[in-house]
T-cell receptor, first 113, second 113 residues
Framework: DAGVIQSPRHEVTEMGQEVTLRCKPISGHDYLFWYRQTMMRGLELLIYFNNNVPIDDSGMPEDRFSAKMPNASFSTLKIQPSEPRDSAVYFC???????????FGDGTRLSIL | AQSVTQLGSHVSVSEGALVLLRCNYSSSVPPYLFWYVQYPNQGLQLLLKYTTGATLVKGINGFEAEFKKSETSFHLTKPSAHMSDAAEYFCAVSDRGGFKTIFGAGTRLFVKA
């Protein structure tokens, strides 16, 4: 089975630009999670969806961040405008059931110059 | 509310020595408990999980963990460390009817030759 697929793997862009990160969850999984990982703050949950509906976005740092899940096989995390402090590795994960083990993608390493 | 505490952000062992990574959790309801491993430039991978039943759980790569309710602990062990075990390890907790998993801050394991 294909795992969680994230794209791009690396993104380097200038401050102020819009950034879109993409995620394809494992087929059949009903929960999708977006995380951010930095050395200083560790692994932070940004938002999660159940059956394509956003359930908890309390971890989204600012209004510059938005996430969508238009269907069961695709989700995006958008940052607009981007800032240098948004530089991090962003992970998408999916699970069957909210309390079940999560399957992570390989992440997007984002650098904002 | 649930929480996870991993004791020691860094642990160093010699190859062949016992690996012990400590995790304590807080949960008002019976928890699901997980250990994940993260290798460089990769996402987190599930090592093992405890849901119900036997409190000693065996995972991949020779790792095991024991759920001790009285101590609210779920420590990860491996009898003999291998160089390939060098990675970051995350303990996580979710509640059985819950909708999200709480991750610990992670413990980086170093293995010396």
């Amino acid at each position: 089975d294909a795992g969680v697929i994230q794209s791009p793997r690396h993104e380097v862009t200038e401050m102020g630009q819009e950034v879109t990160l993409r995620c394809k969850p494992i087929s059949g999984h009903d929960y999708l999670f977006w995380y951010r990982q930095t050395m200083m703050r560790g692994l932070e949950l940004l938002i999660y969806f159940n059956n394509n509906v956003p359930i908890d976005d309390s971890g989204m740092p600012e209004d510059r961040f938005s996430a969508k899940m238009p269907n069961a096989s695709f989700s995006t995390l958008k940052i607009q405008p981007s800032e240098p402090r948004d530089s991090a590795v962003y992970f998408c994960a999916s699970s069957l059931g909210g309390a079940g083990p999560q399957h992570f993608g390989d992440g997007t390493r984002l650098s904002i110059l | 509310a649930q929480s996870v505490t991993q004791l020691g952000s860094h642990v160093s062992v010699s190859e062949g020595a016992l690996v012990l990574l400590r995790c304590n959790y807080s949960s008002s309801v019976p928890p699901y408990l997980f250990w994940y491993v993260q290798y460089p430039n990769q996402g987190l991978q599930l090592l093992l999980k405890y849901t119900t039943g036997a409190t000693l759980v065996k995972g991949i790569n020779g790792f095991e963990a024991e759920f001790k309710k009285s101590e609210t602990s779920f420590h990860l062990t491996k009898p003999s460390a291998h160089m390939s075990d060098a990675a970051e390890y995350f303990c996580a907790v979710s509640d059985r009817g819950g909708f999200k998993t709480i991750f610990g801050a992670g413990t980086r394991l170093f293995v010396k030759a």
